[in-house]
């Protein structure tokens, strides 16, 4: 039996996850799925519940489970907590304690869906981006780390380290995720300026020769990647980087798409766990309005059934129901040109037709 956990969090990461858990209970009965879900408080409400953003309990479920699917956390009420007290320490702990090290962040478009992105239709049509972000070391994580104000002028430190090992498994994701793609991976560093950037083009171009020749491997500067990615996105189709460069990348590819509503991502470890989420956040200002884009979180369902749990065929067929709700001109109000759009709790009900 595979277990799923669900993690709602703060916001409309509950109504998000409401819709996506009625196409995973649909989908359960109908095919008479082996499946079992366990539901857990997480970011914000935990704190009011708990005093903590994840509990030990809730972490200890999350380890024992297959694929984890997190809704959203945070909202202004909470951003005076001390650090480790706020909710967004709920997703660092995760990505931690279970090393979920690469970060999947598909950045696609509908075409019917074109008018809504910044960009001129003719650069923006048929976009499919693959971000690889490996999630768990880098400038984020690295030590030492803090401010001293025992000194004058005070001062604040990071470090930036990756050592060979991290980056040839993150870049090993990459090259195989390629297979599946164009076979093409751009590797994007600052191997002008930062020694660490030197060594992570060095083994990734190692890696490359030894076991990836085959495949197409180019590297581009963060910041002229920034630019290419607005430019020309489609010369664009495995793109990996560091925790830092991927965090930046993929959210400039998610606005590309028109909505952040649309996207979801995954976040894996060696072993395949994996923790399923909607790129867009909690929405405060929406949440509990019936407004929210659920699709996000419910092509995150699909990409757990992909990665974790062996369940490709169910990927394929909630991928396309979602694709011919969009053709069929559905839309949630966030992509909507008119004034009548789905509400949030309409949109599993429309999915689940499709899937019958």
């Known amino acids: 039996m595979k277990k799923i956990l669900a993690l709602p969090g703060d916001g409309i990461g509950a109504e998000v996850m409401e819709s996506a858990l009625e196409i995973l209970d649909y989908l359960m009965t109908r095919d008479n799925l082996d499946l079992q879900v366990n539901h ?116 604040g430190f990071n470090t930036m380290r990756y050592d060979a090992d991290e980056i040839n498994r993150i870049a090993k994701i990459a090259f195989e995720a390629s297979q599946k793609r164009k076979n093409k991976v751009c590797s994007v560093d600052k191997a002008n300026v930062l020694e660490v950037s030197r060594f992570w083009r060095e083994t990734v171009t190692d890696l490359h020769n030894k076991n990836f020749s085959s495949q197409e491997l180019s590297h581009m500067l963060a910041d002229n990647a920034a630019m290419q990615l607005v430019i020309d996105p489609n010369q664009f189709d495995v793109i990996l980087a560091s925790n830092l460069f991927g965090d930046i990348l993929s959210d400039i590819a ?23 989420e909607p790129c867009h956040g909690s929405a405060p200002d929406i949440a509990g309005k019936d407004l929210a884009n659920p699709l996000a979180m419910i092509l995150s369902l699909s990409m757990a059934f992909r990665y974790s749990l062996n369940l490709d065929s169910l990927a394929d067929e909630l991928d396309k129901a979602v694709r011919c709700l969009i053709s069929n001109g559905a839309r949630t109000k966030d992509i909507a040109n008119e004034s009548t759009f789905l509400k949030t709790s309409e949109v599993a009900k429309e999915l689940i037709e499709i899937l019958k």
């Open 254 to 276: 998610a606005t590309l798409t028109g909505s952040i509503g649309m996207l979801p991502s995954a976040s894996l470890n060696e072993k395949n766990v994996g923790m399923y």
């Open 40 to 155: 857990k408080s997480v970011g914000g409400t935990s704190y009011e519940e708990h005093g903590l953003p994840i509990t030990d309990e809730a972490l200890s479920l999350a380890k024992d489970s297959d694929a984890i699917l997190f809704g959203a956390v945070g909202a202004p009420k909470w951003d005076s907590l001390e650090w480790d007290k706020r909710p967004e320490q709920a997703l660092l702990t995760l990505r931690k304690e279970l090393d979920l090290f690469a970060n999947l962040r598909p950045a696609f478009l509908f075409n019917e869906l074109a008018d809504a992105s910044s960009l001129k239709k003719g650069v923006i049509e048929n976009l499919d981006i693959l971000i690889v972000r490996e999630l768990t070391g880098g400038l984020y994580f690295g030590e030492p780390r803090g401010i001293d104000k025992s000194v004058t002028p005070a001062f």
